[in-house]
């Protein structure tokens, strides 16, 4: 009965049967392992693991419940367990699935040796796998080898010439090399040939923002969030490209939206502190709340983040104590990614001299002690 109920995707009726079948016998090692696909196929990883993990004791020889165990780490982004489940399911036996997965795993821990050696394994045992040169193309972008990473592109649509996730893939190589409208050609061919991969519309934002044309961006982020209204991420970005029009009422309310979607959104309260200390319209400036939401950003980061910390020097300006925002500049300074190195400088002279940072949106006027584009934008 619950075989049959998991047939039919009717998964919370196939627990109940197979919950009913442990209880008559705590050793049926079938039980758990279906009741365990059940609780995946419903995202209750936890439950799965746990069920997994019962079949295992039961039968250590199973490299299938080894794999669906990793897969269950890694969507609960545990990595490591993951990557040593996955090489239990391969000391059994080869399979490419398993190397899929250990390999995912490995990029998520940014070892892109290792996640590329798996993803050679998978081409040679099927020279046709799409999948496996679409991932060890990402593998090889994160890694900044773009020829290799375009290379493997081209190679799955010489296999497969309508694949949307391919276009999807170049694109962001396209754009990571800074070849804007490339990158938009191949966005909209993947829009094309798949209407329903929304996240498509999220990419060509961050490629209009890149591009200067936040209007287009906020068109884009909009449509993307009619099909995903709880995204945190997109609206804090929307929130900044809304500030870089001039919208800062827009942007307050997306920014705010932003940190109640997602406490623990780093970005969502970095951006929020930083409209609310440079914002140049006196009505949206608020340096108390500015530094409230700047300090939480960085307590986030673990007080790692440079674009953080110098919102925190801002918020600091905005508040009044020049001294702290003279501190905190000058440990952004000591991080923050070169091409924005001279702006910061220039934001540390301006505090030096008790002046507040004050933002205009693109395309009116230079910003007055600039410091850069706003911690959590495309380029930070």
């Known amino acids: 009965m619950g075989t049959g109920a998991f047939r039919q995707k009717n998964y919370d009726q196939a627990i109940k049967y197979f919950s009913q079948a442990v209880q008559v016998n705590s050793n049926y090692v079938g039980a758990y392992y279906y009741r365990g696909l059940s609780y995946l196929a419903i995202t209750q990883y936890d439950n799965a693991i746990a069920d997994m993990s019962r079949a295992l ?75 496996g040169y679409l991932n060890r193309a990402r593998a090889y972008r994160m890694e900044k080898v773009f020829g290799l990473a375009m290379m493997d592109c081209n190679a799955a649509l010489a296999i497969r010439p309508t694949l949307p996730k391919a276009y999807q893939e170049r694109g962001e190589i396209y754009h990571d090399e800074g070849d804007y409208n490339d990158a938009l050609a191949d966005f909209d061919t993947s829009l094309q040939l798949n209407p329903k991969d929304e996240s498509v519309y999220y990419l060509k934002a961050v490629t209009y923002s890149d591009m200067g044309l936040f209007s287009i961006a906020i068109v884009d982020l909009t449509t993307f969030l009619k099909f995903h209204p709880e995204d945190s991420e997109a609206y804090g970005y929307r929130g900044w490209c809304r500030t870089e029009t001039g919208d800062y009422e ?59 910390v110098d919102t925190l020097a801002a918020a600091y300006a905005e508040a009044g104590d020049f001294r702290k925002a003279v501190k905190w500049e000058k440990k952004a300074i000591k991080n923050i990614p070169a091409e924005h190195l001279a702006d910061c400088r220039e934001a540390l002279r301006g505090y030096e001299h008790g002046l507040p940072y004050r933002e205009t949106p693109k395309g009116t006027q230079k910003s007055i002690n600039a410091s850069g584009p706003p911690p959590g934008s495309p380029g930070q």
């Open 250 to 308: 827009g942007a307050l309310s997306d920014c705010q939206k932003a940190v109640a979607l997602d406490a623990k959104s780093i970005y969502g309260y970095n951006n929020l502190a930083w409209l609310l200390a440079v914002c140049p319209d006196s009505r949206f400036r608020n340096g108390k709340k500015a530094l409230e939401y700047a300090q939480k950003a960085c307590a986030l980061g673990g007080w790692q983040d440079p674009t953080c």
């Open 57 to 131: 004791a039961l039968n250590t020889n199973d490299s299938d419940a080894y794999y669906f165990r990793g897969f269950c780490y890694a969507n609960e982004e545990q990595y490591a367990r993951a990557v040593a489940d996955m090489d239990s399911a391969l000391s059994i036996k080869t399979n490419a699935l398993y190397l899929l997965c250990r390999a995912y795993a490995y990029l998520q821990m940014t070892n892109f040796n290792a996640s590329i050696e798996d993803y050679n394994q998978v081409i040679h045992l099927y020279p046709t796998s799409t999948d």
